[in-house]
């Protein structure tokens, strides 16, 4: 596949090392063209602007929510009826309140017009480094758009499970408010969850 990377922090760097290894083609850009250039070299990818970036064919949204506004004003036109995955927290830093009034993935799609799939927000970044055995949630409104982001589950070694539509990323998103809330203050979130 194509993938455009936007951002240059800990979710892009881990997921794109990975598709990269796969054989994925990655285009990746941020406000930093140095880290983009840095992150590209390693892969054998290409650092370019975040209107390149968002011309890929799936697109990967990794920058902090306050920036997030800034990146899709950045790339207007481009990621309309385009699979744009979402990782984002946007929560209280260290207390897992979400911000949005909705979700995070709903008013991305909103505001960009992508067939946007809530995914890989519930664990750490460098987790998808070695992903096996892992069960990632997903969102969203648009079967082609799941069916690419569950490619890329797979090709990390984990295993996609589609939730329901993009209504209901708010759960997924409350899920990672109440594993990050629990984590900070000191409790093990794998504790307070009841095993089936
Ligand atoms: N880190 C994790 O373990 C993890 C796990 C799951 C989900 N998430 C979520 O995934 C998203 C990305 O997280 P991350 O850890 O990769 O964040 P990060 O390491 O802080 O990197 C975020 C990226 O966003 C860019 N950015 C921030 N504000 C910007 C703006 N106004 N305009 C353009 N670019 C801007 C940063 O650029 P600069 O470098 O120039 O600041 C950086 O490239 C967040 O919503 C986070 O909550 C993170």
């Not at 936007?6 to 994925?24: D, N, P, R």
């Not at 969102?139 to 070694?157: I, P």
């Amino acid at each position: 596949m194509r993938i455009g990377i936007l951002g240059t922090g800990a979710v892009a760097t881990a997921l794109g090392a990975s598709w990269a290894a796969h054989g994925h083609t990655i285009t990746i850009a941020g406000r930093s063209p140095e880290r983009a250039k840095a992150l590209a070299d390693t892969w054998g990818a290409t650092a370019a602007t975040l209107r390149e970036a968002a011309s890929a064919d799936v697109v990967l949204l990794a920058i902090r929510w306050e920036g997030v506004p800034d990146v899709l004003d950045a790339t207007q036109g481009l990621l309309t009826g385009k699979t744009l995955i979402d990782p984002s927290n946007a929560v209280e830093h260290g207390v897992g309140v979400l911000l949005p009034q909705t979700s995070a993935a709903e008013e991305i799609a909103e505001r960009s017009g992508a067939h946007v799939v809530k995914a890989f927000h519930l664990f750490p970044a460098a987790h998808w480094a070695a992903a096996a055995g892992t069960v990632v949630p997903l969102c969203g409104d648009h079967r082609a758009a799941l069916d690419t982001t569950a490619t890329l589950v797979r090709d990390l070694g984990a295993t996609p499970a589609v939730l329901g539509p993009l209504s209901r990323a708010r759960q997924l998103e409350e899920v990672a408010g109440f594993v990050i809330g629990l984590a900070f203050a000191g409790t093990n979130p794998n504790a307070a969850i009841p095993r089936t």
